[in-house]
Antibody
Framework: DVQLVESGGALVQPGGSLRLSCAAS????????MSWVRQAPGQGLEWVANIKEDGGVTHYVDSVKGRFTISRDNAKNSLYLQMSSLRAEDTAVYSCARDLHYDGSGSGYCFDSWGQGTLVTVSS | DIQMTQSPSSLSASVGDRVTITCRASQSISSYLNWYQQKPGKAPKLLIY???SLQSGVPSRFSGSGSGTDFTLTISSLQPEDFATYSC?????????FGQGTKLEIQ
């Protein structure tokens, strides 16, 4: 079975940094794009970033560009999100998700497996 | 960014009811629309992708339709385990934005 387990969430002060990890198992990790998605308290889901199978291509939502870095270690079946210059509005549960590309268009993808998430709270 | 608007935001229904949730995109997204189900404290679950394709293992009472800007998720006969929050997501262009969610509650 596919398993995605996040870790690293914590209470951090505004302006601080944090590194989230996602341990993947049950599938060929190196064969999938991967994403981070967050959900602020009482809010909807928000895609944060994704990374290509080999780590060579990354994309970010505008609100985190220049502050967050997504990376992966295929040898360790692990996905990471390095977060810096954290703001109160970054407070959320952060989940990793496996991308499923169902056509070759680049637009045809969905998140077919998700982790349960790790809570990041940015507060003084 | 493409805005996704779901309606209603919340819905009360009974077991056995037929329920429809609507998702509207701020511009045409072809059929690049996914639906997810989320229960409190649990990871979201993919139900429908490409607007109308049922994800493997999802019961056939779930169906999706639409293209362009207007989409629907229909549950043909509500079961107790279906009470949850449902979210749509467009992947036509980055960022892949989600709707705000529709909370389906027991009446």
């Amino acid at each position: 079975d596919v398993q995605l387990v996040e870790s690293g969430g914590a209470l951090v002060q505004p302006g601080g940094s944090l590194r989230l990890s996602c341990a993947a198992s049950g599938f060929t990790f190196s064969g999938h794009w991967m994403s981070w998605v967050r959900q602020a308290p009482g809010q909807g889901l928000e895609w944060v970033a994704n990374i290509k199978e080999d780590g060579g291509v990354t994309h970010y939502v505008d609100s985190v560009k220049g502050r967050f870095t997504i990376s992966r270690d295929n040898a360790k079946n692990s996905l990471y999100l390095q977060m810096s210059s954290l703001r109160a509005e970054d407070t959320a549960v952060y989940s990793c998700a496996r991308d499923l590309h169902y056509d070759g268009s680049g637009s045809g993808y969905c998140f077919d497996s998700w982790g349960q998430g790790t809570l990041v709270t940015v507060s003084s | 960014d493409i805005q996704m608007t779901q309606s209603p935001s919340s819905l009360s229904a009974s077991v056995g009811d037929r329920v429809t949730i609507t998702c509207r995109a701020s511009q045409s997204i072809s059929s690049y629309l996914n639906w997810y189900q989320q229960k409190p404290g649990k990871a979201p679950k993919l139900l429908i992708y490409a607007a109308s394709s049922l994800q493997s293992g999802v019961p056939s009472r779930f169906s999706g339709s639409g293209s362009g800007t207007d989409f629907t998720l229909t549950i043909s006969s509500l079961q107790p385990e279906d009470f949850a929050t449902y979210s749509c997501q467009q992947t036509y262009s980055n960022p892949g934005t989600f709707g705000q969610g529709t909370k389906l509650e027991i009446q």
